[in-house]
């Protein structure tokens, strides 16, 4: 049977560890006769994470071997949110309404939405996440600043990385358990086991942007 991506991904035994890599592309080019630089900031944004798990017993290590194989190396995708930035720090955590984007067309680095609360302070506060997208399209943005609606629930959020494929207009926006889409960073899939037969795993991964 052919495999369905994106895939999700395990949670039987959780995550040790995960860092998260925000890269930009930036061009700076610097004069060696007096220092001073033309800095040029090209489109590319992703996110990018070294994920260590917890050591396991074999039971525990197979299902994460065989979800790593499944990906067939930097082939597959599957979703992948921060651990511990499943829930916004603002009040969207208990009272998140019904946000989507508020016009069509909408690239670069901000986005309107509306059908939040009215006149909420701190909806959501800045390092929270948000999800466009779902499934093979999805992408994860990190806000950037404090977001307060206005009387109609509407409010304007400053985001990395930038939007580069604008949503439709009442395009869902997910404000818990945000995820975007990554891939394998290498076609090598590796684990360690020990004399104690305790497995130890560690893989990279890489925003998969089409």
């Known amino acids: 049977m052919a495999e369905t991506y994106p895939l ?8 040790a560890r995960v ?11 610097t004069s060696p006769f007096n ?21 396991m017993k074999r039971a525990d290590a197979e ?6 194989l ?35 067309s909408q690239t670069g680095d901000e986005l309107d939405i509306d059908g939040c609360p009215t006149s909420a302070t701190g909806y959501l506060k800045a390092g929270d ?14 806000v950037l600043e404090d ?9 304007t959020l400053n985001l990395w990385p930038k939007i580069t494929n604008a949503p ?6 997910t404000v818990s358990n945000a995820q975007g889409l990554f891939r394998l960073a290498s076609n090598e899939t590796m684990w360690d086991i020990d004399q104690a037969s305790i497995y130890g795993i560690t893989f990279g991964a890489v925003e998969a942007i089409s």
């Not at 860092?19 to 080019?29: E, I, K, M």
């Not at 220092?35 to 050591?55: C, M, N």
């Not at 299902?63 to 790593?68: E, G, R």
């Not at 439709?168 to 926006?173: C, E, H, I, K, Y």
């Open 70 to 104: 499944r990906l067939r190396g930097a082939y597959g995708t599957f979703l992948l949110g921060d651990p511990n930035g499943g829930a916004p720090r603002g009040s969207a955590s208990t009272t998140p309404g019904t946000p989507v984007v508020a016009g069509a």
């Open 35 to 55: 220092f001073k630089q033309q800095v040029y900031r090209h489109q590319g944004q992703r996110w990018e994470a070294d994920i260590t798990l917890p050591s």
């Open 129 to 142: 996440y948000i999800q466009l997208g779902s499934g093979s399209s999805a992408r994860l943005h990190k």
């Open 147 to 155: 977001v307060n609606t206005d009387g109609t629930g509407a409010a």
């Open 63 to 68: 299902l994460w071997s065989a979800f790593l």
């Open 168 to 173: 439709s207009d009442n395009a869902t926006v």
């Open 8 to 15: 999700a991904l395990p949670a039987h035994t959780g995550i």
């Open 19 to 29: 860092r998260l890599v925000a890269r930009d592309v930036v061009g700076v080019s």
